[in-house]
């Protein structure tokens, strides 16, 4: 029937695709798509075609008239490279106006890469905040750091091989003392999962420079010590005030 069906596709395993979304990139007579080519590959692979349409971070006012009248009619399924639509991905904005006009609006899940890197990092998940890709410049990459290093919960980011060692600096320099994770790779054939302080992981990713698709995590703050104190001025301090017994 017709609609929004916002479809979630693999992170880099074509095995991850979920027979509904199979089912559903069947039936559907449009597939809207950051990029033709990226999503023409996987519809090749699952030997479907049809008709592709560009919606991605450009998109005009235009072109989401355009398929919000489209999916009025028909359904019209919305993918993005790779994983869930919408997490750091377009098509946010075309699922609030077909809410609010009263399209049928339904999801598919499957992987989202912030998901799989949490659940292999070893980190506590009972609470985790999922913050995207940092700011690229340094002032700003460390503000969000501290703001966000108050939280009480594991931190997600996405990030680029590139940029890995710029991120690894700036959590040392901010959030020295936290455990932090770095998941590579994931459900490809190279997969890797690392974790250690942000310097131990900085020292590693200089010798060994990363590849592929990352997700940075960083623990909680631990219960017992503030963050960015010297513990040996601190210590000192309470000697000092101590009693001699
Ligand atoms: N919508 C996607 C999702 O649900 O995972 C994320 C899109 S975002 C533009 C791309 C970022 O996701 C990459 O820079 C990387 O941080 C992360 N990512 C995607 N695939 C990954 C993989 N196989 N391994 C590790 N990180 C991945």
Do not use: Q, W
Request: charged share 25%.
């Amino acid at each position: 029937s017709p609609g929004l069906y916002i479809v979630a596709t693999p992170i880099g395993n074509l095995g991850d695709i979920t027979l509904r979304a199979v089912e559903m990139l069947r039936s559907a007579s449009a597939v809207a798509c950051e990029d033709t080519r990226v999503t023409g590959k996987l519809m090749h692979h699952l030997g479907l075609k049809k008709r592709l349409i560009r919606y991605d971070d450009h998109a005009s006012e235009n072109d989401r008239e355009r398929l919000l009248s489209l999916m009025v009619e028909e359904p019209v399924a919305l993918v993005s490279d790779a994983g869930t639509p919408l997490i750091s991905d377009p098509g946010y904005r075309l699922v609030r106006l077909a809410r609010e006009r009263g399209i049928a609006v339904t999801s598919l899940p499957g992987p989202s890469a912030a998901v799989v890197g949490m659940t292999l990092s070893g980190l506590p998940n009972d609470r985790f905040l999922f913050a995207g890709f940092l700011p690229n410049k340094a002032k700003a990459r460390e503000e969000a750091l501290a703001e966000l290093g108050a939280v009480k919960a594991t931190l997600i980011f996405y990030e680029t091989a590139p940029r890995l060692d710029a991120a690894l600096s700036a959590i040392d320099s901010v959030l020295p003392r936290r455990e932090v994770a770095v998941a590579r790779e994931l459900t490809k054939r190279f997969e890797e999962c690392r974790s250690g302080t942000p310097s131990e992981l900085s020292a590693h990713y200089a010798a060994h420079p990363p590849k592929g698709e990352i997700v940075l995590m960083i623990g909680p703050p631990s219960d017992e010590l503030p963050e960015n104190v010297d513990i040996d001025a601190l210590l000192l301090a309470e000697l000092a005030e101590a009693k001699p017994s």
